[in-house]
């Protein structure tokens, strides 16, 4: 338990290093990498003034070295720090992202509480009665060891580097688990809005939503179980939100024309020498696009992606509703949904294996007797450093091999063994 604990401390200076050295490339260098001029930031930076001063532009490319790709709320959330000013408000933003890791490796212990109270199994014996458990017990000494490795992994390095917002996001996502997990009415009610936040700030987790709804089906009697009451005000929550964000499109119809050509069409590549338009996405949507033009071939980016969502939402989705209603199967089903997200949507990057990372988590620690278990826990760690790896040959091969197929391979085995693992449970 001591070398578990020293590791833990370790990575926890680890993750400091990484803010400052953001830090000293924010405030002291002018790398082409990232400076005050080329950093993510400025998106939610000038998104925070524009809400307030210039409402009907929030989404116009042409006013940001970034387009803001948000849903309108999510932009009143930046206003505080663009009040600060650039310098001052991206140190505070930081910072506060900083605190945020703290508290979501608190949400994984409670949420892996509430599963270890709900769920008696030999395999699974965690003795979790406070917070200062998982650094005092050894039967909690692997919740300890994955929060580490959660601190350390290179997309962290990223979200920081990169000035995004996935350690917020990730905050909601499990701040929603947590209180589903809960049980009754009030909480399913809490749990959707909170859900609801995490999708005004990335609108593609709208994947998410089916795996909310109470849905059983019995393959022998071929029945399904649908509880509509719990579902509804499950998803009220998100219905809500997105209404409100509906409102400010009916005002400002130029908003939604603009919201939809940085979402729903695939734009904003990089264009290089001899024509071809590059994006170090790993998406399958986003490598089919790059394929399709290369081959000369005009093809609507949204089509490709709903086709590829469907054929990828669809399978795990069939399997998922055959599990019966338990813990497990709700905080496996973000899972599920997340990784549906990684691999259809356009624009997916290392950074945003950090809201994925606690379900990985999650995962590990509840199904040691899953037959894949060890491919899992590999792909675990192999995520954890080859993404940000694979991101970076990218722009060493793009002009010969214009795709991010390395990152790809491991989501698409990672999915694969979902599959698996639904597929066993519903025998």
């Known amino acids: 338990m001591y070398k578990t604990r020293l590791f833990f401390f370790i990575a926890c200076a680890v993750n400091a290093f990484y803010l400052i050295l953001t830090f000293i490339f924010f405030y002291f260098l002018d790398s082409p990498l990232m400076s005050i001029n080329e950093n993510d930031y400025l998106s939610f930076y000038y998104a925070g003034r524009n809400v307030l001063e210039d409402l009907p532009n929030l989404y116009n490319s042409s006013l940001s070295p970034f387009p803001f790709r948000y849903l309108p709320l999510s932009a009143y959330f930046f206003t505080p720090f663009s009040i ?10 930081q910072i506060f992202n900083f605190f945020l890791n703290i508290l979501i490796i608190y949400l994984i212990y409670k949420i892996i509480q509430i599963y270890n109270n709900s769920y008696q199994s030999s395999d699974f014996n965690f003795k979790l009665d406070n917070f200062r458990d998982i650094f005092d017990k050894t039967e909690n000494e692997p919740i300890l060891h994955h929060n580490a490795v959660f601190l350390i992994i290179l997309p962290q390095f990223m979200n920081f580097f990169l000035g995004q917002v996935n350690i917020l996001v990730s905050v909601f996502i499990l701040s929603s688990l947590f209180y589903f997990l809960k049980g009754n009415n009030r909480n399913d009610l809490i749990g959707g809005f909170l859900l609801g936040s995490a999708i005004l700030f990335r609108p593609n987790l709208i994947f998410l939503l089916p795996f909310l709804i109470v849905l059983h089906y019995n393959k022998e009697s071929r029945k399904f179980f649908f509880n509509f009451k719990k579902s509804a005000i499950r998803l009220l929550g998100p219905i809500v939100l997105l209404l409100i964000s509906g409102i400010y499109f009916l005002i400002y119809p130029q908003m939604l024309t603009d919201f ?26 986003r490598i089919v696009l790059i394929f399709m033009q290369l ?27 055959q599990n019966s209603s338990q813990p497990i199967k709700l905080i496996n089903g973000y899972f599920a949904g997340l990784l549906v997200v990684l691999i259809a ?7 945003h294996l950090v809201v994925l990372t606690p379900f990985l988590i999650f995962f590990l620690l ?16 192999l995520l954890a450093i080859l993404m940000v790896i694979f991101w970076g040959i990218f722009y060493l091969t793009y002009t010969f091999f214009p795709f991010n197929m390395g990152g790809l391979i491991l989501l698409m085995l990672l999915y694969y063994c979902l599959i698996l693992y639904y597929v066993n449970q519903a025998r």
Not at 274 to 285: A, H, V
Not at 369 to 380: A, E, T
């Open 366 to 381: 509840i199904n040691k007797n899953f037959r894949y278990y060890r491919m899992i826990k590999y792909l675990y760690y």
């Open 295 to 321: 081959l000369g071939i005009e093809v609507s980016g949204f089509l490709i992606f709903v086709v590829i969502s469907l054929v990828i939402l669809v399978p795990i989705y069939y399997f998922y509703i």
């Open 260 to 285: 939809i050509a940085v979402n729903l069409t695939g734009e904003y590549t990089y264009t290089v020498d001899g024509g071809i338009e590059i994006n170090p996405s790993f998406s399958l949507t």
């Open 345 to 351: 949507y356009f624009d997916s990057w290392p950074h």
């Open 84 to 93: 600060l000013g650039l310098e001052l408000g991206y140190f505070v933003f």
